[in-house]
């Protein structure tokens, strides 16, 4: 599940943290409610950073689309622009 999918099932003061926290550890109560509406995190999950780590945090890609959101910016993304962690690593071109 991505995180656009599930960002509006989220309490607003939960959205609020990870705005006002983008790039820090997820509180183990932040982390509850996320998996209350995706489930436990996979490696396959795009917004999961390292799920075996020992403190949980989002994905870079995720971080960017939290930072977005929270600058109302996500109208003006263009999703042909970004680039995943991904196709970073296999050697995509950044725009």
């Not at 409610?33 to 489930?39: D, P, R």
């Not at 939290?66 to 991904?86: C, H, M, P």
């Amino acid at each position: 599940m991505r995180i656009d999918e599930w960002w509006s099932e989220l309490v607003p003061s939960t959205r609020q943290w990870l705005i006002d926290n983008a790039g820090d550890v997820v509180p183990a109560w932040v982390l509850e409610q996320i998996t209350a509406v995706t489930g436990e995190p996979t490696a396959d999950d795009d917004w999961a950073a390292d799920v075996d780590a020992e403190d949980f945090y989002l994905s870079d890609d995720a971080t960017d689309w939290i930072e977005a959101a929270g600058n109302d910016e996500l109208d003006d993304l263009d999703e042909s622009e970004l680039v995943t962690d991904d196709e970073e690593a296999a050697g995509a071109p950044a725009s």
